[in-house]
């Protein structure tokens, strides 16, 4: 079974990304042989990172951020996402939660809870009053 995930590299290692369509790169875990691939996403776009992520035979995405034409086209292909609140964790410490079954997965019915978009934050300059 393979598990997708998107992620960024960090010096040796990849950590998991906060971005889901607009993640540079994809690593595709297999839990049986216990080795992965990483896939660029050069399209950044969630329809486009999920067709990729699916191309590759992965069946599972983890992510801590999903929008919902990216879910539905999950749902469509048949792949289940699980919901993970760790943000830049080593991809190998998210395969352990997903492992031990700590990783909750995300249902139509539980979708609206989970985040879904960035929040912007603007700044503004300094008001005298």
Partial sequence: ????????????????SSAFGKA????IYDLDSDSYE???NKELS???????????GAKIVITN?????AYRLLNELGLKAYFTE????PVDDVIKE???????????QNFMLIPQHHHHHHRHGNHNH
Avoid at 24 to 27: D, I, N, Q
Avoid at 46 to 56: E, F, M, P, Q, V
Avoid at 65 to 69: E, K, M, P, R, V
């Fill in 46 to 56: 969630g329809r486009d990172a999920i067709n990729l992520i699916s191309s590759k």
């Fill in 86 to 89: 760790s943000k830049n964790k």
């Fill in 24 to 27: 540079r790169f994809f690593l």
């Fill in 65 to 69: 951020h999903i929008g919902g034409g």
């Fill in 1 to 16: 079974m393979k598990v997708a995930m998107p992620v960024k590299p960090s010096q040796d290692k990849y950590l998991l």
């Fill in 38 to 40: 990483v896939v660029e």
């Fill in 98 to 108: 997903y492992k031990d079954g700590k990783l909750k997965e995300i249902t139509p």
